[in-house]
Nanobody, 127 residues
Framework: QVQLVESGGGLVQAGDSLRLSCAASGRTFSTYAMGWFRQAPGKEREFVATINWSGHSSYYADSVKGRFTISRDNAKNTVYLQMNSLKLEDTAVYYC????????????????????WGQGTQVTVAS
């Protein structure tokens, strides 16, 4: 069982940066692939980014590629999402998710692949 707790959300201006964190419980964090998803009001939850167990492979949605960076610190059981050049359309509740998977490729790219979810953190981008 893995428990995930997101933090770092808030209200920012367009063009600003924000870093989200997701702290995981348990002693086997390094055997989990991690992902970030988001859900905007009135929309379905969508994939944002994923990172493999080692942190050496990552994959991004086209909408955030070049602006967001996912990373992890296995010693701290934490995954991060650095968000730069934020846009109004980035406004959403951001969720981190985990799936037990040891793969050299960041392959967990769909919601159905993940077994554990955090409660979400709100990110609001204002003009």
């Amino acid at each position: 069982q893995v428990q995930l707790v997101e933090s770092g959300g808030g209200l920012v201006q367009a063009g600003d940066s924000l870093r989200l964190s997701c702290a995981a419980s348990g002693r086997t964090f390094s055997t989990y692939a991690m992902g970030w998803f988001r859900q905007a009001p009135g929309k379905e939850r969508e994939f944002v980014a994923t990172i493999n167990w080692s942190g050496h492979s990552s994959y991004y949605a086209d909408s955030v590629k070049g602006r967001f960076t996912i990373s992890r610190d296995n010693a701290k059981n934490t995954v991060y999402l650095q968000m730069n050049s934020l846009k109004l359309e980035d406004t959403a509740v951001y969720y981190c998710a985990a799936v037990k998977r040891v793969s050299w490729v960041a392959s967990a790219r769909t919601e159905d692949e993940y077994d554990y979810w955090g409660q979400g953190t709100q990110v609001t981008v204002a003009s």
